[in-house]
């Protein structure tokens, strides 16, 4: 009976040290527990065991104590559900110690009013849909992309402050790298300036900056917190520490991911705190479970850690970036084809000064949605998915006579069926098609 | 002795205490302090971590110190050296145990180095606790002693069982069976297996001193009819023909408890043993020698 007990306790602790440890069984075990991405529910048999992935996040109406003890809680929250990323926090830490010379095999380039934007040097074929927007000239030619894009916003008095700066984020921006970010260190101390050049990416470099993760830090975070108050479909997550002003929670941001990481002196900042607290609970309000559980976390900083960007942000950022990479599909209002509608405008974007909390920002996101919804009505569904199809049942009289809207639903839903994360796989083959299926079934058509 | 020890190094300053104090307050492993891998809290301040750091040690001490004088009243040094590995690995595993759930749930980010420490602490402190856990609830079991008469008796007893059941002369049709019964495969009692063979050699015991009475029966009667037919036939006084039959008996006797091997032997003394009241068939045989010589004076 003793033996058994202490085997027991004994494997539950191997168990746990292989998650505190091993970056590949935290990551699966979280798999586990929630599904994949697209997808995402509770494992019911793993959800009646006492693990932090089902740990359930606080409420605003729950706890009626303090702003320090609210925010208190939170950080529990954030360090529990955020758990599974600690051996990747460990092995970034650990790359901060040992790097040397880190951006060495990367390219470093300036693109127009961006200084020094580093890509990661991915490149991929061109589409079909690629060619139809402009973004190549032919299918098969090879486009530049990134799987995120982090931009640090800073305030650089001249030149060698912003040199210094970058040499201290030239560690952290390479371990980006590696996991396939583009990396900028952007210097701006107003709102217009920072859209101007946001806008300038998303229009120009729609492929690097697909999934743009913003992190800013003081004075700069509020200015990033403005800027996604201002436009939040255009970033995947925000990541602020220690903000100095309070920013009410944009309206019609409906997946924009906040992290939020404040040193306790400054809860004295009631406004800002509770201005963190509106966002982090606003930004978890989805009807998918990785946004409901990772879309808003606030993080009490450690004094200990002192890294040019906090760790936490950067596994954040990372699990992100992954998440949109898959689960982009799920969102099809205000993705590419709004996009397309919006370039023109983004080009010049004028912001207006912020006067809160009387400010009304001017609804540009429901003027790109509305636009998307008549593209999508139009469109005529073709894809490669669908070409390959149509050759393949060349002959087939039936075929012939279905629209390619009828076959993206008939060639979705085949592969639906399949189950085993084919889905997935075809989203990744051909992320138009996977894009076409889902926003009809979506919408139901 | 650690008084002693802490006395002698402030009398002649070995080093310094206060480095000492330093040394303890700023020990450190995987970012975890002293007083936190003993699970008294987390110090706020130094003056905290101090006050923590003594009581907690001291308390750590005196139970230990308890513990060692209970056991210094144990019995043989054995005991007391199993006692103290089970006292030892007890605390050991649990802080070993304790300092990994405490580490698996915390958010401290470690280095590489700090991993390779940790795991060489683990690789060194989790076999040698479990051996001492178990060296200290490991009961050695003892050899059976041959001296002992029912012990022996067992012995042999289940041995001869095992072997071809000597034990049952008189009843064959029971021995076919059970031959029978071993070739069909069943399995018979072994001897190595102690309870079996305890309970097997109590009814050996019992069944022969149930022969053995028989064969006293048995051989009483033989007796008695020789000594009437000798009466009858010769009805002479002659001492020496009565000598010899009477040792022909004897003999025979004997010749018949020679069959039986040593568990009949050792059946047959523990009865006689056991029985003081029954009489033995030489003895037996004096005795009707006796009658005879004082009848036929």
């Not at chain 1, 959800?47 to 702003?67: R, V």
Request: glycine residues 6%; negative net charge.
């Amino acid at each position: 009976m003793c033996g058994t007990i202490f085997g027991l306790l004994t494997l539950l602790i191997l168990e746990g040290a292989c998650f505190r440890l091993v970056e590949n069984y935290a990551s699966k075990r979280l798999s586990w527990s929630w599904g994949n991405y697209s997808q995402g529910s509770f494992h019911p048999i793993l959800s009646k065991l006492p693990l932090d992935h089902f740990i359930a996040p606080p409420k605003a109406g729950q706890s009626e104590g303090s702003i320090l003890e609210q925010y208190t809680q939170e950080n529990t929250y954030s360090a529990k559900v955020m758990s599974f990323s600690l051996p990747l926090r460990d092995r970034y830490f650990e790359y901060l110690c040992n790097a040397a010379d880190p951006l060495r095999k990367y390219h470093i380039r300036d693109l127009q009013s961006l200084r020094g934007v580093i890509t990661p040097g991915l490149k991929r074929a061109a589409m079909l849909e690629d060619v139809r927007k402009g973004q190549a000239k032919r299918k098969g030619d090879l486009l530049e992309y990134a799987e995120g894009f982090f931009m640090v916003v800073t305030h650089a008095e001249n030149n060698s402050d912003y040199e210094k700066q970058f040499a201290k984020l030239e560690n952290s921006f390479a371990f980006l790298l590696e996991n396939g970010f583009a990396c900028v260190l952007v210097s701006s101390n107003n709102l217009e300036d920072l859209m101007g050049k946001i806008s300038f990416l998303k229009a120009s470099y729609p492929l690097l900056a697909e999934n743009l993760i913003v992190y800013g830090k003081g004075e700069q975070a509020s200015l990033v917190m403005e800027a996604c108050f201002a436009r939040p479909s255009f970033y995947r997550a925000i990541l602020v520490e220690n903000p100095t002003r309070a920013v009410p929670f944009p309206a019609e941001s409906e997946r924009t991911w906040f992290l939020a990481i404040q040193n306790a002196p400054l809860f004295e900042k009631v406004s800002t705190t509770k201005a963190c607290l509106k966002w982090a609970r606003k930004a978890r309000q989805s009807e998918f479970l990785y946004p409901s559980r990772l879309g808003g976390l606030l993080r009490i900083s450690k004094e200990a850690e002192s890294l040019p960007i906090p760790s936490f942000a950067i596994a954040y950022a990372l699990k992100c970036k992954s998440y949109f990479q898959v689960a982009s599909m799920l969102y099809p209002s205000g993705k590419n084809s709004a996009l397309d509608a919006s370039q023109e405008v983004l080009g010049n974007v004028k912001t207006k000064t912020l006067d809160y909390p009387n400010f009304i920002f001017e609804n540009e996101a429901v003027k790109i949605e509305k636009s998307f919804s008549k593209d999508f009505q139009t469109t005529n569904f073709e894809c490669e998915m669908v070409t390959e199809y149509r050759k393949i049942h060349n002959g087939d009289p039936k075929v012939s006579k279905l629209s390619n809207r009828e076959l993206v639903l008939i060639i979705g839903d085949t592969f639906a069926s399949m189950g085993g994360g084919v889905l997935e796989e075809i989203a990744q083959k051909d992320p138009v098609f996977m894009r076409y299926y889902l926003s009809l079934r979506e919408l139901n058509l | 002795m650690v008084l002693f020890l802490l006395g002698s190094i402030l009398e002649f300053h070995t080093f310094s205490l206060e480095y000492f104090t330093e040394s303890l307050v700023n020990f450190r492993f995987m970012d975890y302090t002293l007083v936190e891998m003993l699970w008294l809290g987390k110090p706020e301040s130094l003056v905290d971590h101090l006050t923590t750091l003594k009581y907690g040690l001291l308390a750590y001490l005196g139970a230990f110190s308890i513990i060692l004088m209970v056991i210094s009243f144990l019995p043989s040094l054995g005991i007391q050296l199993k006692v103290l590995s089970f006292v030892i690995s007890i605390p050991a595993l649990a802080l070993l145990l304790g300092f990994w759930v405490r580490f698996i749930n915390d958010d401290n980010l470690v280095s590489r180095s700090e991993k390779t420490d940790l795991f060489i602490v683990t690789i060194l402190a989790y076999p040698s606790s479990v051996f001492l856990l178990w060296y200290g609830l490991h009961v050695k079991r003892k050899k059976l002693p041959l001296g002992d008469d029912s012990q022996y008796v067992a012995f042999q007893a289940s041995r001869v069982h095992s072997t071809n059941n000597l034990n049952y002369p008189l009843d064959k049709s029971g021995g076919k069976e059970e031959q029978t019964g071993s070739e069909k495969g069943e399995t018979l009692p072994l001897a190595d297996d102690e309870s079996t063979a305890e309970s097997v050699s109590s009814e050996l015991i019992e069944e022969g001193a149930e022969n053995m009475k028989q064969e006293v029966a048995n051989s009483q009667e033989l007796v008695n009819d020789r000594v009437e037919n000798i009466k009858i036939e010769e009805s002479g006084d002659n001492e020496s023909e009565i000598e010899e039959i009477s040792d022909k008996i004897s003999n025979d006797d004997a010749s018949k408890t020679s069959e039986s091997d040593g568990a009949n032997r050792a059946n047959h003394d523990n009865f006689s043993t056991n029985h003081g009241d029954e009489v033995h068939p030489h003895q037996e045989s004096q005795n009707i020698k006796a009658e005879v010589k004082s009848n036929d004076d």
